[in-house]
């Protein structure tokens, strides 16, 4: 069994409050959860911050390049995203044994 975690730092665009924070990170979430229904998602820092969004993601499987698979696609779909700007990706993989 492979656990993948994928911690992405997002830079939102025009946004000036909470509330416009929340209806850019929102949808994020709810696209990638629509797309990968495998995944776990979740806003996971920089609560407080208007202009930044840390989300979490992380995918439990067989293989550890499903994982490494299945995280890779959801990075590049956010990246994609022309209202917010991917500042860093960081992806753990861990094994039973770790």
């Known amino acids: 069994m492979y656990v993948g975690a994928l911690t992405l730092d997002i830079?939102?665009?025009?946004?000036?409050?909470l509330k416009q924070k929340r209806s850019v990170v929102r949808p994020l979430i709810a696209e990638l959860q629509r797309r990968y229904p495998s995944i776990a998602v979740a806003e996971t820092g920089h609560l407080d911050l208007h202009r930044r969004a840390e989300v979490g993601i992380a995918v439990v499987s067989a293989s550890a390049g499903n994982c490494k698979e299945v995280l890779d696609a959801c990075e590049r779909m956010?990246?994609?995203?022309?209202?917010?700007?991917l500042l860093s990706a960081r992806q753990?993989?861990?094994n039973d044994e770790d």
């Open 78 to 85: 956010v990246a994609f995203r022309p209202e917010i700007e």
């Open 11 to 17: 830079l939102l665009g025009d946004v000036r409050s």
């Open 92 to 94: 753990r993989l861990y």
